[in-house]
């Protein structure tokens, strides 16, 4: 369990949280009492079979969900306050760009929205584009840019307003291997850079362990926690340390804990 | 991004323009001949197949004119005629056509506002969709009499009562195609304005406007085919009543046997070229969306 840290802020505080959707052919428990903490500059990981809640818990966070039963508080306020006041960025699965703005103007979107001036407007876009190495591609459209690149475009439109907590549902689930190893590497640098604190739902055993502080092992039918997994791999990690003992292991640890919730079985 | 002005469009559409020619042609000696044999018979004399040709041709009440009768009468009545003249084809084209145009952009208009509506309000959603299409089940030749005597009646005539009838009909598929373009919009683009706490302002001008667009171009193509149609046909029922304006002076319209067919022709060949260059970068951009797809490899 969490040893209590009194150096990071809790930015979400779960305890006892129930999700259970009626329909007519019974009752389906999406979460069932979850208690969970996640403390600031963290990167935690969800990573669980298909209807383990993963994906149901960071849309509770963002409000996009009610709870059935229980309470969650981000950043000391109710869901609902913190998505008033813009508290995080969401990264769906897909990404998400209005076809038609250009790059540039998808990511002006929120800004616009929140009523950013335009000088600031144009500072922070040229920023992003940046820091997510898309720049000079912020007149193109969406179609003309690959999946990897709309995806990258998609995670400078969730940290152009500087929201201290970013939401990533399996951001990189539609792309292959390679250009998944890229971004992975990519997002971990930017989120060295910026101090986030990230909540990451995966399918991927090694993305969790390559990319968390802090891994969440979900199992369906309720869905609920089996274990959470504190990393003890360095800050740094290049791309070899998935083939280190010490990340075998903690991979090991994930499918003990998913064979635990009965993830394997039918 | 056209490499050539014409696109490429050039031999097709004089091929094609070509065959529908060489078609009428035929189909004037087909159409005409019984008439041609009638008289033929009544003079006691006998066709032959140059005769019949020929006199197919110059008749001066074809069942189908022949192309060239058609090229000489407009002519006639685009040249030779001052455009103020009642029997100048310009002038029926321009009658034809102000109605046409001011009906199709009422009934647009109308069509939008309706469609904002009952996308946003529930209680119009349930109501009015029915009322709709039972305004539209009505047949027009009913309606349009009535429309124009009850206006008149109140003092409104000239244009307006008879771009009525042309919005009208034209109202409903803009409304149709707009309530399912502003739903248009993917759960998942919504989520991505609620989790901005967007106002629902916002999430219409930033995101249902610009998704039901390609809708609305369609929509309009048909509205603007119907709305021609709606100013074509109002005046055949309307009965020679005397009346201090409108209905009188445009009973006259139909001059001619071949003015009222070919401004509707020119009228709607100009829309659906105008509505359609619009229309083409909307495609442009729809084919965009739907084939480059969002990421999904």
């Known amino acids: 369990m969490l040893a209590p840290d009194t150096q990071t802020t809790s930015v979400v505080s779960a305890k006892g949280l129930s999700l259970t959707y009626r329909t007519h052919q019974g009752h389906v428990h999406a979460l069932s009492n979850i208690d969970l903490d996640i403390g600031s500059h963290e990167f935690v990981s969800f990573i669980g079979p298909s209807g383990c809640g993963k994906t149901t818990f960071l849309r509770v966070i963002a409000d996009l969900e009610a709870p059935t039963s229980g309470t969650i508080s981000v950043n000391g306020m109710t869901p609902k306050e913190a998505r008033e006041a813009r508290a995080y960025g969401y990264v769906f699965q897909a990404p998400a760009l209005y076809p038609w703005r250009t790059v540039e103007k ?3 979107l929120p800004l616009e929205i929140m009523g950013y001036p ?11 584009l ?9 007149k193109k459209f969406p179609w003309q840019l690959s999946g990897g690149m709309q995806q990258r475009a998609s995670i400078a439109r969730a940290l152009v307003f500087d929201a201290d ?5 399996e951001p990189f689930g539609a792309l292959d291997e390679i250009v998944r190893d890229h971004l992975n590497e990519q997002l971990l640098k930017l989120w060295e850079r910026t101090g986030k604190t990230i909540c990451f739902v995966t399918h991927s055993i090694p993305e969790a362990v390559y990319l968390s502080t802090k891994i969440v092992v979900m199992s369906p039918r309720p869905g609920r926690v089996t274990d959470i997994i504190i990393s003890p791999l360095p800050k740094e990690r290049p791309l070899d340390i998935r083939e280190t003992p010490e990340f075998l292991a903690v991979a090991h640890r994930i499918r003990q804990g998913l064979r635990a919730g009965h993830s394997y079985e039918e | 991004m056209l490499e050539r002005s014409d696109n490429g469009n050039t031999f097709p559409i004089l091929a094609v323009v070509t065959g529908i020619v060489v078609l009428w042609y035929l189909a004037a000696v087909w ?3 019984p008439w041609a044999y009638d008289q033929a018979q009544r003079a006691n004399t006998a066709l032959s197949l140059t005769q019949l040709l020929g006199s197919t041709m110059v008749q001066e009440r074809p069942v189908l004119p022949a192309p060239h009768q058609v090229a000489a009468e407009l002519w006639d009545t685009i040249v030779n005629k001052p455009i103020t003249s009642k029997r100048s084809l310009v002038y029926h084209a321009w009658i034809t056509l102000s109605a046409t145009l001011l009906g199709f952009a009422l009934g647009t208009t109308f069509g939008v506002l309706l469609a904002v509506l009952i996308v946003h309000n529930v209680a119009a959603d349930k109501s009015l969709m029915p009322w ?17 005597v009850v206006l008149n009646a109140i003092g409104i005539s000239g244009l307006l009562p008879k771009a009525l009838i042309s919005t009208y009909l034209s109202f409903f598929p803009v409304a149709v195609g707009m309530v399912k373009g502003l739903r248009s919009p993917e759960p998942t683009f919504l989520d991505l304005m609620r989790t901005y706490n967007a106002s629902g302002l916002q999430t219409f001008w930033k995101l ?13 193509k048909v509205a603007v085919a119907i709305s021609l149609v709606g100013a074509i046909v109002w005046p055949a029922p309307i009965t020679a009543r005397p ?10 319209q139909p001059s001619s046997p071949f003015s009222s067919g070919w401004s509707a022709s020119f009228t709607a060949s100009l829309n659906v070229g105008w509505g359609g260059r619009h229309e083409r970068r909307m495609a442009i951009l729809r084919h965009r969306f739907l084939a480059g797809g969002l990421g999904d490899e």
């Open chain 1, 106 to 108: 998808n990511i002006a």
């Open chain 1, 165 to 169: 907590l970013l939401l990533m549902d």
């Open chain 1, 118 to 128: 335009r000088e600031e407007r144009q500072e922070r876009i040229g920023r992003l």
């Open chain 2, 243 to 252: 009346s201090r304006s409108g209905p009188r002076c445009s009973w006259r």
């Open chain 2, 31 to 33: 159409m005409n001949a």
């Open chain 2, 132 to 148: 709709i299409i039972a305004t539209q089940t009505i047949p027009i030749l009913a309606i349009a009499p009535m429309i124009i």
């Open chain 2, 208 to 220: 249902k406007w610009p998704s039901a667009l390609p809708y609305l171009f369609i929509s309009m």
């Open chain 1, 130 to 138: 940046d820091l997510v190495d898309l720049a000079g591609f912020g």
